[in-house]
């Protein structure tokens, strides 16, 4: 199975900051890969999809890149509703496997 | 609106049964893959099943194979997870959402039921 980890697990960032989160893949997964928000006592919400697709009604502020093993999602300038946990999710493979997660809190 | 409401969660002893549903509406139901995911409570989130717009595909995750089954009824714009010999470790929140039609990101999310496996 492939594995995905994230880092940082934590993050601390005030608003306005450029704001960057990596996900590795344990294989290739081409741009297979997928990055979710989630607020607490929230469902997840799609940011990014195929790497660097952004999700219709996400803003701009919201990007991602890579391909093979390694992805970053940034948050050009972080806002107040930003503050999250985001984690990535490949789907490459029938086992579609998310990362640990990343929370982005106030400084 | 497009949107996918889950039911059927609750509290349940080790070694039971549980059947959660997904309605879903606002969009052609089978026209789309669909998926359970599911959350442990203050864990992350994990990919439980899969099952593809007839049926006929369907994959799960190494820990719940052979115990849960994933089923859908296109008629009734409805998914299913039949969960049986649950364990304490299967408490969680159950996510139901549908599949992107370009890949298997999941681009529409439920706010979930709550299984809780406990004697």
């Known amino acids: 199975d492939i594995q995905m980890t994230q880092s940082p697990s934590t993050l601390s960032a005030s608003v306005g900051d450029r704001v960057t989160i990596t996900c590795r893949a344990s294989?290739?997964?081409?741009?297979?890969l997928a990055w979710y928000q989630q607020k607490p006592g929230k469902a997840p919400k799609l940011l990014i999809y195929?790497?660097?697709s952004l999700e219709s009604g996400v803003p701009s502020r919201f990007s991602g890149s890579g391909s093979g093993t390694e992805f970053t999602l940034t948050i050009s300038s972080l806002q107040p509703d930003d503050f999250a946990t985001y984690y990535c999710?490949?789907?490459?493979?029938?086992?579609?496997?998310f990362g640990p997660g990343t929370k982005v809190d106030i400084k | 609106e497009v949107q996918v409401v889950e039911s059927g969660g609750g509290l349940v002893q080790p070694g039971g049964s549980l059947r959660l549903s997904c309605a879903a509406s606002?969009?052609?139901?089978?026209?789309?893959?669909m998926s359970w995911v599911r959350q442990a409570p203050g864990k992350g989130l994990e990919w439980v099943a899969n099952?593809?717009?007839?049926?006929?595909?369907?994959y799960y995750v190494d820990s719940v194979k052979g115990r849960f089954t994933i089923s859908r009824d296109n008629a009734k714009n409805s998914l299913y997870l039949q969960m049986n010999s649950l364990r304490a470790e299967d408490t969680a929140v159950y996510y139901c959402?549908?599949?992107?039609?370009?890949?298997?990101?999941?681009?529409?999310w439920g706010k979930g039921t709550t299984v809780t496996v406990s004697s």
């Open positions: 294989q290739s997964i081409s741009s297979w």
């Open positions: 999710q490949q789907y490459n493979s029938y086992s579609f496997t």
């Open positions: 195929k790497a660097s």
């Open positions: 959402a549908r599949a992107g039609l370009t890949g298997y990101y999941m681009d529409v």
């Open positions: 606002g969009f052609t139901f089978s026209s789309y893959w």
């Open positions: 099952i593809k717009q007839d049926g006929s595909e369907k």
